[in-house]
């Protein structure tokens, strides 16, 4: 393992590109994801020998309930899977798992199983996954924005106390520092409503790769690029 001097405290990952990785190789859909699962663990266990302190996975969008239902299905059914499999790891690595997204749209089990889990290792210590569930990045400004309004007219607040601190204390990702690595595979050089708010300063690293071919090197890789960066936060 190369020695970092600067190792991005968070990493946020938009996986991309499971379902052209497997009809290039003429297979259904649902085996490209399948294939993507073994990329998460792969990267999750990279991350942790790196030191990197969070990994923010955009594993299902808010718009992703748009995709027919079987595609749905199995998505949900892989995310069990990887739920139930990963749970001794998380133990194991010492890895403390977060969701963010609108949650109360997941199948049942799902759900029970994932607040099982966030409970079983909530004082882990050594990284924190979090995974972006029924996501949307302006879903959860809005829901943010409707919290502080309901504030404000229940007079808790007053509306010019709201700030940058502020709001992000009301984002689901209260607590997590922002991104400072955004990777997208597939070499789509969009954002797909993920952590809008959150990604302000962050690096973007493109990747030509679909997500089931992104292992360890090419997270080594991305985050040489990342350290490459001269990060300025718009000062000089
Ligand atoms: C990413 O791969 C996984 C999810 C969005 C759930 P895609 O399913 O978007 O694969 P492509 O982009 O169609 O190749
Ligand atoms: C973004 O990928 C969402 C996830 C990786 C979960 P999509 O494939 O859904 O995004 P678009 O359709 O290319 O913007
Ligand atoms: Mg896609």
């Known amino acids: ?3 970092f001097p600067d190792i991005p405290r968070h990493i946020a990952v938009i996986m991309d590109g499971n379902g ?14 399948r294939a993507g699962a073994e990329s ?12 990197v302190k969070y990994l923010t996975l955009y594993a299902f969008s808010s718009e992703n309930w748009n995709r027919p239902e079987a595609e ?7 995310l069990d899977r990887f739920l139930v499999e990963k749970s001794k790891d998380l133990k194991k690595q010492n890895i403390r798992l977060q969701a963010i997204g609108q949650l ?3 199948p049942v089990k799902t759900r029970a199983l994932l607040d099982k889990i966030m409970a079983q290792t909530a004082d882990h210590t050594a990284m924190t996954l979090v995974l972006a569930l029924s996501y949307g990045g302006r879903e959860e400004i809005i829901s943010a924005a409707r919290s502080l309004a309901a504030e404000a ?8 106390q709201i700030d940058c601190t502020m709001f992000a204390s009301h984002l689901q990702t209260t607590g997590i520092p922002d991104p400072d690595l955004l990777i997208r595979t597939s070499g789509e050089m969009r954002v797909s409503n993920f952590l809008l708010w959150q ?15 992104f292992r360890k090197n090419d997270l080594i890789e991305a985050v040489r690029e990342y350290q490459l960066r001269h990060r300025r936060f718009g000062a000089l």
Not at 20 to 33: N, Q, V, Y
Not at 42 to 51: M, S
Not at 153 to 160: M, N, Q, R, Y
């Open 1 to 3: 393992m190369p020695d």
């Open 199 to 213: 990604i302000s300063y962050a690096e973007i690293v493109i990747v030509k790769k679909f997500w089931p071919d």
């Open 153 to 160: 007219v229940a007079g808790t607040i007053s509306p010019d």
């Open 72 to 78: 749905v299905k199995a998505l949900m059914a892989l």
């Open 104 to 106: 109360d749209r997941l």
């Open 40 to 51: 998460v663990r792969e990267v999750a266990d990279t991350c942790i020998e790196l030191g």
């Open 20 to 33: 052209r990785w497997a009809k290039e190789r003429g297979l259904p859909r649902r085996e490209g994801h």
